[in-house]
């Protein structure tokens, strides 16, 4: 029965809205990459402070930190030995040098811990971590 198939207008419509779904995915795709490019520019703008980490004096700092506490402090607290990579700011210097260059502000940390808990940290989540007893730390 042709009086039952719908109209072919009707068929159009439906093709126009695809088209604007695909459409509309597109432009939300673009506007995450020029977003997240956006907010690199932040990132940087909001740490002015960057180059003290190419100075010598930082450099040497990080380095005889790393000798001496060459494991990941928050992987230790799991009792998990990690090799640390990265000497982090406990306390966030925001550029002041007093508390860059304080050793007593400093501690090793592996990657992964830097890049998970740290941050959550920082934004002001709590971490919970557990314990090899499966107690909370
Ligand atoms: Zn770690």
């Not at 126009?16 to 995450?32: I, P, T």
């Not at 180059?51 to 790393?66: A, E, I, M, P, Q």
């Not at 050793?103 to 992964?112: F, P, V």
Request: with cysteine; net charge neutral; hydrophobic share 30%.
């Amino acid at each position: 029965m042709p009086d039952e198939n719908p109209p072919p207008f009707r068929e159009g419509v439906h093709w126009a809205s695809v088209q604007d779904v695909f459409a509309g995915g597109v432009n939300d795709h673009q506007f995450h990459r020029a977003n997240s490019s956006g907010s690199r520019v932040t990132y940087r703008e909001k740490r002015p402070w960057q180059h003290l980490y190419g100075r010598k004096r930082w450099l040497s700092l990080r380095d005889r930190h790393l000798d001496e506490r060459p494991l990941c402090e928050y992987c230790l607290r799991r009792e998990v030995v990690e090799p640390a990579t990265i000497v982090d700011h406990i306390k966030p210097h925001k550029g002041d040098e007093e508390l860059f260059y304080d050793a007593g502000n400093l501690q090793s940390l592996c990657k992964r811990c830097h890049d998970s808990d740290k941050r959550l940290e920082e934004s002001g989540k709590t971490v919970i971590a557990f314990g090899p007893d499966g107690w909370p730390i």
